[in-house]
């Protein structure tokens, strides 16, 4: 038993350091003073094992200090170890980051339970020192809570929806960033196909969606600063994810000692070059801004945001939350959340095609009975074979294996636990969209289990990979979208092929994404229903 073991290694631990400093020390009483010492450790190592637990879920017993960390060292496959815990454990336990606890909620009654009828406890986000540095404090949307985030989602969406997002003018942005990738990618790969790096391309395409929602901004693929741009955003992914943030978070002041604080330092430099970015996008508004706009439809969501806060001004109102900081965190999370977990699908996605070239022939198969030239929103319910391949991409890619983590609003007493305020909870998505109980061999990329008998698409409840309840993911329907018609033209117009020995392995950061790869792209050619990309 892992308590038994870890009061026992402590026991002979700390009776062996005690001897050692009496001895130094040259020290008399020693009897008393060491039950005196047992006493302390044992009181702490109970309270640690067995009394802080008590009031939470059960799960793998913990460590003294570093919790279940040192579960996760050496583990290729993080999905692996959280499925053997659901499976020892249930749908809700407990992981212990070191001195916290993370209840993950594991099976879809609890999640629905915890996260849609009791959405007002289990909707708010953690915010600590790595947080607070980089979002400047409560500031943007992903980190924030109460009214401020209500306001400023609510904000978001709506204009967002006002630019088309699941509507013809959102298609179009797509399908004319969709057709510049296709004709870099044609005039890359040449005639007979070239081996190319997608990766940096497809990033241009979907980091030109986004710029353009949000500033009226697109690149040219070769735009140099574009994919410096997409490399912070990789960058940061990474660096956030690193152990040593745990230190910065619990004890703040390591952040400032040298040596100690190399990735500390590495983080605040990707910050304040995106700041940088962000600064320049808002001043050239600024500079832009003529009064008449306010009667205007706004044209990203840069002038919605300042055409909002005239109108206010004008009509007396209150300007809530609404401020120049806000405006440029708010910019910030939108250009990371919108760009850094579609890329990465994406990422996935070409990927998987490669490795499983039967799945990429029968997509094709399909896209070609539709027999136009450009893959179209309207044309998505004579596709299901398509869409159930994105799912299983989704689904295989699982890219946040770990949830944005929610925390507990107030203190709460559910099933037998005890919440307090501030502790750590989240759906976790992952567990669900692998596990072997909804999902047969769920290693397998298999796009046919989204299949029903009569070959339309099924809907299972488990595959959330925009999770859900009121932190559900914001840009659910633009990033459906991108995937759709992004990968539905390429398949369309491409083959893509990797060598055998190009892994699936999954490297870890805030999204896990694939090991950088390149594969040889080839431009379809005659079997196929048309010649050229449009
Ligand atoms: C394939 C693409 C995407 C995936 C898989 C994805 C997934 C997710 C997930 C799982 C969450 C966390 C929800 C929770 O806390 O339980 C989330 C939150 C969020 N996503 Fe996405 N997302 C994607 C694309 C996008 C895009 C394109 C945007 C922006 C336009 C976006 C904006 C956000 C925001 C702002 C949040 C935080 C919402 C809040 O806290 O209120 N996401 N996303």
């Given at each position: 038993?892992?308590?038994?073991?870890?009061?026992i290694?402590?026991?002979?631990?700390?009776?062996?350091l005690?001897?050692?400093i009496?001895?130094?020390l040259?020290?008399?009483?020693y009897?008393?003073t060491y039950?005196y010492?047992?006493?302390c450790?044992?009181?702490?190592?109970i309270y640690e094992?067995?009394?802080?637990r008590?009031r939470l879920?059960?799960?793998?017993?913990?460590?003294?200090?570093?919790?279940?960390?040192?579960?996760f060292?050496?583990v290729?496959n993080?999905d692996?170890l959280?499925?053997?815990?659901?499976?020892?454990?249930?749908?809700?336990?407990?992981v212990?980051?070191g001195?916290?606890?993370?209840?993950?909620?594991s099976d879809l009654?609890?999640?629905?339970?915890?996260?849609i009828?009791h959405?007002?406890?289990?909707?708010n986000?953690?915010r600590?020192?790595?947080?607070?540095s980089?979002?400047?404090?409560?500031n943007?949307?992903?980190?924030?809570?109460g009214?401020?985030?209500?306001?400023?989602?609510?904000?978001?969406?709506?204009?967002?929806r006002?630019?088309g997002?699941?509507?013809?003018l959102?298609?179009?942005?797509?399908?004319?960033?969709?057709?510049?990738l296709m004709?870099h990618?044609?005039?890359?790969?040449?005639?007979?196909?070239k081996?190319l790096h997608?990766?940096?391309?497809?990033?241009?395409c979907?980091?030109?969606?986004?710029?353009n929602?949000l500033?009226?901004?697109r690149?040219?693929?070769?735009?140099?600063?574009?994919?410096?741009?997409?490399q912070?955003l990789?960058d940061?992914?990474?660096?956030?994810?690193?152990?040593?943030?745990g230190?910065?978070i619990?004890?703040?002041?390591?952040?400032?000692?040298?040596i100690?604080n190399?990735?500390w330092?590495r983080?605040?430099?990707i910050?304040n070059?995106l700041?940088?970015?962000l600064?320049t996008?808002i001043?050239?508004h600024?500079?832009?801004?003529?009064?008449?706009?306010?009667?205007?439809e706004p044209?990203?969501?840069?002038y919605?945001y300042?055409?909002?806060?005239?109108?206010?001004?004008?009509?007396?109102?209150d300007?809530?939350?609404f401020?120049?900081?806000?405006?440029?965190?708010l910019?910030?999370?939108?250009f990371?959340?919108?760009?850094e977990?579609t890329?990465?699908?994406?990422?996935?996605?070409?990927?998987?095609m490669?490795?499983?070239?039967k799945v990429q022939k029968?997509?094709?198969?399909?896209l070609?009975?539709?027999?136009?030239?450009m893959?179209e929103?309207?044309?998505?319910?004579?596709?299901?074979y398509?869409?159930?391949?994105?799912?299983?991409?989704?689904?295989?890619a699982?890219?946040l294996?770990i949830n944005?983590?929610?925390?507990?609003a107030e203190?709460i007493?559910?099933?037998g636990?005890?919440f307090?305020?501030?502790d750590l909870?989240?759906?976790?998505?992952?567990?669900l969209m692998n596990?072997?109980e909804?999902?047969?061999n769920?290693?397998?990329f298999?796009?046919?289990?989204?299949?029903?008998?009569?070959?339309n698409?099924?809907?299972?409840?488990e595959?959330?990979?925009?999770?859900i309840?009121r932190?559900?993911?914001?840009g659910e329907?633009?990033?459906?979208?991108e995937?759709?018609?992004v990968f539905?033209?390429l398949?369309q117009?491409?083959?893509?092929?990797?060598?055998?020995?190009?892994?699936?392995?999954?490297v870890?950061?805030l999204t896990?994404?694939?090991?950088?790869?390149s594969?040889?792209?080839?431009?379809?050619?005659l079997?196929?229903?048309?010649n050229?990309?449009?």
């Open positions: 038993m892992p308590s038994l073991r870890n009061a290694l402590l026991t002979i631990a700390t009776t062996f005690y001897f050692r009496m001895r130094t040259n020290f008399d009483n009897m008393a039950i010492f047992l006493t450790i044992t009181l702490y190592a094992l067995n009394y802080k008590r879920p059960n799960g793998p017993v913990p460590w003294l200090v570093a919790g279940n960390m040192p579960s060292i050496n290729n993080v692996v959280f499925q053997s815990w659901k499976q020892q454990y249930g749908g809700i336990f407990t212990w980051i001195p916290i606890p993370l209840v993950m909620v009654p609890t999640i629905k339970k915890y996260f009828q959405a007002d406890s289990f909707s986000r953690w600590n020192f790595v947080t607070d980089i979002m400047e404090g409560s943007g949307i992903v980190q924030i809570d009214n401020k985030w209500r306001e400023q989602r609510r904000f978001a969406l709506h204009t967002l006002d630019f997002v699941g509507k013809p959102m298609e179009q942005m797509i399908t004319l960033e969709v057709t510049s004709n990618m044609e005039k890359s790969c040449g005639l007979d196909g081996e997608l990766c940096p391309s497809i990033a241009v979907v980091g030109n969606i986004i710029n929602m500033f009226g901004l690149f040219n693929q070769d735009n140099s600063y574009m994919h410096r741009l997409h912070l990789d940061q992914s990474h660096t956030v994810m690193q152990p040593i943030m230190a910065y619990a004890f703040p002041v390591t952040s400032k000692i040298p100690i190399g990735e330092n983080l605040m430099g910050k070059e700041l940088e970015f600064e996008q001043e050239g600024r500079m832009n801004w003529k009064d008449e706009m306010i009667e205007q044209e990203d969501l840069t919605a300042m055409i909002e806060v005239e109108k206010r001004k004008r009509n007396g109102e300007v809530g939350f401020d120049d900081q806000q405006l440029k965190m910019l910030l999370d939108l990371f959340a919108g760009m977990t890329v990465t699908t994406l990422k996935w996605a070409f990927l998987l490669a490795k499983n070239q029968n997509v094709q198969a399909e070609d009975s539709i027999g136009q030239p893959i929103i309207q044309h998505r319910t004579r596709l299901p398509v869409q159930a391949t994105i799912n299983e991409i989704q689904r295989i699982n890219i294996p944005l983590l929610r925390t507990v203190d007493e559910i099933d636990y005890n307090k305020k501030g909870i989240i759906p976790q998505i992952s567990i596990d072997p909804i999902f047969e769920p290693e397998e298999n796009p046919s289990r989204f299949l029903d008998e009569d070959n698409v099924k809907k299972i409840d595959f959330l990979p925009f999770s309840g932190r559900q993911c914001l329907s633009l990033a459906r979208a995937l759709y018609l539905a033209n398949i117009n491409f083959n893509f092929e990797v060598a055998d020995d190009v892994t699936t392995e999954r870890l950061g896990v994404s694939p090991v950088e790869y594969c040889k792209i080839t431009r379809r050619g079997d196929h229903n048309q050229s990309v449009k």
